[in-house]
């Protein structure tokens, strides 16, 4: 009698795990046959094709069972290795067999973005260590980098979530008929028009907080108070001021309290300075409106 193997393609129901979960046939391959093995006459315990003799004497039942083994396919990592001894790059894996691999590290400037190509048997795509679980085909995964990602959080409006340094993000206070003026992480430009209740942000490379100020409740002329905004600070040679509303002057003084540079009346909006003939040092900004005083600390280097 004339036995045969399965064809590893075409055994579905040898191919189920203790748990009962399906095993892709493809994995496997003949391994050897078990049982009454010693009724083979021709080919061998290890061959896929053998024949058997049932002897005389009455045996009515010959027991044979075909056991197969994973196939080996190779395993490669690009931008990243396998966490084994000598962090290899390429590795030859049995079908099912799960190693940890890991990302390069990110290259300048840039972060670890997630896995792709045979992405499907990474656990965690987007963690630059994790473990792959080998399929029944050789694969290859890449690592792959991106720019960093910043936190922007607004609070009292829209438009909080992360995003790329020089991203132009849209903010909106919730309130725009009781708003006043973005207050917080303003300075150094990083709100285009901190006066509007729905302008841009422009990211740093920090993460930042933006809060919606609402005018005050206690008296009907307290929302008229002056405000500026000035940046960058320190600064190297060129400053902007952005005003909430028309100024009287604009004076700068040094320690001494000297003014070293004037301005008469400005427009609302942004003035710029040149203060590059300046010594480096701290000075003093007062800026006058018909009613109130703003002051704020400049630093030259």
Known sequence: MNVSAYPSDSAYREFIDKNGN???PKGY???RWTGDTQYITTGSATT???SVTIPDGGITLVSLRATYKPRTFTLTIVNGFIDETGKPTSMTLGYNQRVYIDANAAPTGKVFHQWTGDA???ANTQVAYSTFTMPAKDAI???????PLYNLTVINGTGSGEYLAGQRVPIAANDAGAFLRWIRDVDGGNVENIFEPSTFVIMPEIDILIEAEDKPKMGFDDHKRLSAVVYPNPSSGTVYI???ENCES???TNLLGNAVMELGKQESGTVQLDLSSLSAGMYTLTIKGKENTYQAKLLLR
Do not use: G, K, Q
């Open 22 to 24: 399906y095993l892709d």
């Open 29 to 31: 391959e003949f391994d």
């Open 48 to 50: 896929p094709t053998i």
């Open 120 to 122: 499907a048997h990474v």
């Open 141 to 147: 995964v890449t690592a792959t980098y991106r720019d």
């Open 242 to 244: 952005v005003l909430s």
């Open 250 to 252: 604009i004076v700068l």
